[in-house]
């Protein structure tokens, strides 16, 4: 029987692994030490011993297709990415990206170093848990960290600024607003959501930051580590477009997390707060990312109702939730605009 992808990589990493860390003259052993299952692939944690140190890896191997791509189109799509991705950063001084080890994408997998940190999620869910004013700073320290080093990857990756297609957005903004209207969102809810996203984009005139975006850049993503900020999912990233997309994308899944009873509002807050600034949103952009923003919320918010029918009282429950949080976030976007 073949060794399985994991094990052919373990084993390579045992004779090679040298020729990835040359600081080390050999390789004791590789041993897998953890392993966490996601929907689509799993990953990996792998120690590499040497005579006086150690180094770990992450091994991320795809499983079955991913609409039509196979395993291995997904690794090489991937590895791709973090090749383009570390090879910036090392020109631009970028901190926290990880390194890829070797290319095993005809394994369907893809081999780097570990990025250490603890999730910015978890620090939100421990504040909100456990408040306490000296946690708050330690939080909005992290935003800041957050919202610097996304202003550094865009920088570091910039195009020419180009005009968005606003019209298309505002398209895309009345689709969503269709269906989450039948879905259960009241109607004043999604026409203060479309008046305000067509205030903001008439308004929008000038042409607009391009750059690659990393479009899973989501609090449980973003790891915090005594020396800054690290960040590895690069399996989505695209090599241009509005680097607005991601600072969206970053603050709707912040104030997502307030549908938790647990998660007040003045804590999301602190985070959106501290990370726009660091960031450097313009005054021009403000409206826009309001919009940009929502629209994100009603994506997340018609992306959950797709759950099996075995989890229908968890399906309602959430879009019971999910409806009174947006109808919220409504009201406050249509304020911002106005």
Not at 197 to 205: D, I, L, S, Y
Not at 230 to 250: C, I, K, Y
Request: charged share 25%; aromatic share 6%.
């Amino acid at each position: 029987m073949a060794d399985s992808p994991l094990d052919q990589i373990v084993n390579q990493l045992r004779t090679s692994a040298c020729g990835y860390f040359p600081q080390y003259p050999e390789v004791k052993s590789a041993r897998v030490v953890g392993h966490t299952p996601k929907p689509d692939h799993y990953i990996y944690e792998i120690v590499l011993d040497f005579p006086d140190a150690s180094e770990r890896v992450n091994v991320k191997i795809y499983r079955g297709k991913s609409g039509q791509r196979s395993p291995q189109e997904l690794a090489h799509n991937e590895m791709q990415n973090l090749q383009f991705v570390h090879l910036t950063a090392s020109r631009r001084k970028l901190t926290g990206v990880p390194r890829p080890i070797g290319d095993f994408s005809e394994l369907g997998a893809v081999v780097s170093t570990k990025i250490h940190g603890l999730p910015l999620q978890s620090i939100i869910m421990k504040v909100a848990l456990l408040p306490d004013n000296g946690n708050h700073r330690l939080l909005e320290l992290a935003a800041r960290q957050a919202g610097e080093w996304l202003q550094q990857f865009h920088k570091a990756t910039a195009g020419v600024p180009a005009a968005i297609d606003c019209d298309s957005l505002l398209a895309d903004m009345e689709k969503l607003c269709a269906r989450a209207q039948e879905d259960g969102l009241p109607a004043e809810s999604t026409e203060a959501i479309l008046i305000s996203a067509k205030c903001a984009f008439n308004r929008q005139k000038r042409p607009l930051r391009f750059s690659a975006r990393l479009q899973d850049f989501v609090p449980l993503n973003v790891l915090v580590a005594e020396d800054g900020i690290g960040f590895s999912e690069f399996a989505t990233l695209a090599r241009q477009g509005p680097s607005l997309m991601d600072v969206a994308n970053f603050l709707a899944t912040v104030e997502a997390l307030e549908k938790y009873p647990f998660c007040n509002r003045d804590l999301i807050t602190v985070v959106q707060d501290a990370f726009t600034e660091a960031y450097g949103i313009g005054a021009q952009e403000q409206g826009l990312l309001t919009a940009l923003r929502m629209q994100v919320l009603l994506q997340m918010f018609l992306q959950g109702r797709v759950i099996k029918e075995s989890a229908e009282r968890k399906k309602v429950m959430r879009a019971n939730v999910m409806k009174r949080f947006l109808q919220r976030a409504a009201k406050r976007s249509a304020a911002r605009v106005a």
